[in-house]
């Protein structure tokens, strides 16, 4: 365990303190403090290059923090700063998992294998990494029962359970989106972040992923950090949403909050400074993002 000197409350599961990110001349992120609390679902909006991957990607250890702090607030107490572990840690260690903007499914496996391949770290653990444990001596046999009923609650509650015997690949773009997130919550995360999940989706699709993922929220208590660029998802389903403009935070708050933010309605418009004052008066008049 990493233990962190950072201060919070039990409600809140991850924060992020004064995190910045340069690619050479370019300052992604510019300290940029947030925070996301336990059993709610969190998007993370802007407009295009805002910096919302680049976030991801700190937190789930893809990129090294320029600086900052990421702290990652298990529920038995303990705490990570995932901007020290390696991405494999903060799966395993911290509990966070993620799907990507592109799905990287294992496309010639059939839907349940992805869940099972999900569950390989507990499964070799089981067999003690030996043939004998494969065999099925010792506790291996358990898990890799415990293993398919875990991919089968999955399953039903992603609407999969009709395909489980169909390569991955075959399924809907809408299928293969809801089975990307099956298999992340087959890892048995306390943090699931999404980038962006609703994109290409139809509306019909976009219902099951906000029923899928409202029942990730509410069934499991597990937190949700969500990026995403359809409004309709974001103000269905967040509890709570920040909104990044080049790498800063410029709104932190309920959707009705955000929607309703002048600087968020500007930032969204493309309008300069010296516009905004407009914006907010029309704002003030009525209008809403
Ligand atoms: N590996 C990298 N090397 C150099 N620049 C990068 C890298 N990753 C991101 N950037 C730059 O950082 C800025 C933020 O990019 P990022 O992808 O985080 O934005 P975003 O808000 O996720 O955008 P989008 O909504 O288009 O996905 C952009 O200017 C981008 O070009």
């Keep these: 365990m990493t233990s962190g000197n950072t201060t919070m409350t039990r409600d809140t599961i991850l924060k992020v303190e004064h995190l910045s990110m340069r690619f050479g001349g370019l300052m992604a992120i510019n300290d940029l403090s947030l925070e996301a609390r336990r059993g709610e679902i969190t998007a993370l909006i802007g407009p295009n ?10 937190i789930t250890g893809f990129y090294k923090p320029t600086m900052g702090m990421i702290t990652m607030n298990r529920r038995n107490g303990e705490q990570h700063l995932l901007e020290r572990l390696s991405d494999f840690e903060i799966t395993k260690k911290a509990k966070v998992a993620r799907t990507f903007q592109n799905i990287r499914l294992f496309s010639g496996l059939t839907v349940l294998e ?20 494969l065999l099925g001596i010792g506790s291996y046999k358990r898990e890799a029962e415990g293993s398919i009923e875990l991919a089968r609650q999955w399953l039903e509650k992603a ?15 809408g299928a293969q989106r ?64 920040v909104v990044l403009e080049y790498g800063q935070k410029i709104s932190d708050g309920t959707p009705d909050h955000v929607k309703n933010d002048p600087k968020v309605i500007a930032a969204y ?8 004052e407009e914006v907010m008066h029309e704002e003030l008049d009525g209008g809403s993002l």
């Design 49 to 58: 290059g805002a910096g919302k991957t680049t976030v991801f990607n700190c």
């Design 159 to 173: 609407d999969l359970i009709d395909r489980a015997d169909d390569p991955a690949g075959d399924l809907p773009y």
């Design 269 to 276: 418009l493309g309008v300069d400074d010296d516009e905004l």
């Design 178 to 241: 809801r089975l990307e997130i099956a298999r992340a919550m087959c890892t048995g995360p306390e943090l699931l972040c999404l980038d962006e999940p609703a994109a290409g989706l139809n509306p019909k699709e976009s219902l099951a992923l906000n029923t899928l993922l409202n029942s990730i929220r509410d069934e499991t208590g597990t937190s949700i950090l969500l990026i995403e660029h359809d409004m309709s998802v974001v103000m269905e389903i967040s509890d709570h949403v």
């Design 114 to 133: 992805n869940l099972l391949v999900a569950q390989h770290n507990k499964l070799m653990k089981a067999s003690g990494y030996t043939v004998m444990g």
